[in-house]
């Protein structure tokens, strides 16, 4: 009889323990959901650019999906970092650009800045995301206004060669958790421009074997506000020179915005019906600019000495 009665007093015991881990589990899931659903995940819905990867300037196509991008977040209030350069992959689906990071509590607002590749290399560009200051930290951070510092951008070329990865970024001010449910909205935006150099239909019988762009800046400081692009070129003036076996053709190289004027462009080409002789042939033309997000082609027809440039129709939105 006292063996039955305890065998039923271990099996309430059990029970009871039973039911109290049944009970804290349950507890810790509605702790879990409730944090869930106060602190959500940051999410993005961004629209982004897949690397091609080619023999020449690696820039991106639009529309297409790239595997991530690397995000900032500060605190609007106080510039403070939030999120220090970390990496948010897509998984797939809308708003499946993911960071495994709470909102703030409360109705605290954050500024993302947010750019591709994630790693700089090969870019020419640089980022500090400590706090901006003209001397000591230039490529930094201050609120409305991010900065990319452009160095040495190649201007020495050979055609099918150049390896410069393009950037792209994008940033918003003064999101928060209420306001963002469906994610961040983060538009990408090119800060470099691009060149062509074409030979005209037509032209036969000729190689041109290099172009040169005289007095040109490959280095400064970009300033984005979240839509325009404003760069700031410093360093001395170089030239511009593509080589090659054509140095024309349908490959486009990263050039770095600024105001142009007048140029003087110098081409080498080879006759063949002059058993390959070389000459230069060169022209002077008011170029005007080079601007953020467009694409400019020079196309060239050579009659003897003279130079021909045709730029009638050589701009557009890249």
């Given at each position: 009889m006292k063996q039955s009665i305890l065998f039923f007093q271990r099996i309430s015991l059990l029970l009871s323990v039973l039911l109290l881990l049944a009970g804290c589990s349950s507890s810790d899931s509605e702790e879990q959901e409730k944090g869930g659903e106060s602190q959500p995940e940051i999410r993005f819905n961004a629209d982004v650019w897949q690397v091609m990867e080619r023999t020449r300037a690696t820039t991106f196509d639009a529309g297409d999906v790239n595997g991530s991008f690397k995000?900032?977040?500060y605190n609007s209030d106080d510039v403070s970092t939030y999120i220090t350069g970390e990496t948010v992959n897509y998984s797939g689906g809308a708003s499946s650009w993911v960071h495994p990071q709470f909102w703030p509590d409360g109705n605290g607002a954050l500024d993302f800045f947010a750019f591709m590749p994630t790693d700089l290399t090969g870019t020419c560009c640089s980022y500090d995301y400590t706090e901006y200051n003209e001397s000591t930290?230039?490529?930094?951070y201050s609120a409305g206004t991010p900065r990319i510092a452009c160095t040495n951008l190649p201007v020495s070329i050979t055609a099918g060669n150049d390896a410069t990865r393009e950037l792209v970024y994008a940033y918003t001010r003064?999101?928060?958790?209420?306001?963002?449910?469906?994610?961040?909205?983060?538009?990408?935006?090119?800060?470099f421009?691009?060149?062509?150099?074409?030979?005209?239909?037509?032209?036969?019988?000729v190689t041109i074997n290099s172009v040169t762009i005289a007095g040109i800046k490959n280095n400064g400081l970009c300033t984005f506000n979240g839509t325009a692009t404003t760069w700031?070129?410093?360093?001395?003036?170089?030239?511009?020179?593509?080589?090659?076996?054509?140095?024309?053709?349908?490959?486009?190289?990263?050039?770095?915005?600024?105001?142009?004027?007048?140029?003087?462009i110098t081409v080498n080409a080879s006759w063949t019906s002059w058993g390959s002789a070389t000459t230069n042939v060169s022209?002077?033309?008011?170029?005007?600019?080079?601007?953020?997000?467009?694409?400019?082609t020079y196309t060239f027809t050579l009659n003897g000495d003279v130079l021909i440039v045709d730029t009638e129709k050589f701009t557009e939105q890249w």
């Open positions: 995000v900032y977040a930290n230039p490529d930094g003064n999101q928060t958790k209420a306001s963002n449910g469906s994610g961040v909205e983060l538009t990408f935006k090119r800060p421009a691009r060149v062509y150099f074409k030979k005209a239909d037509g032209l036969t019988g700031t070129p410093s360093g001395d003036a170089t030239n511009l020179v593509v080589t090659g076996s054509p140095a024309t053709g349908d490959t486009p190289y990263l050039v770095l915005p600024q105001e142009l004027g007048s140029k003087t022209t002077i033309l008011d170029l005007g600019s080079w601007e953020a997000g467009n694409s400019y």
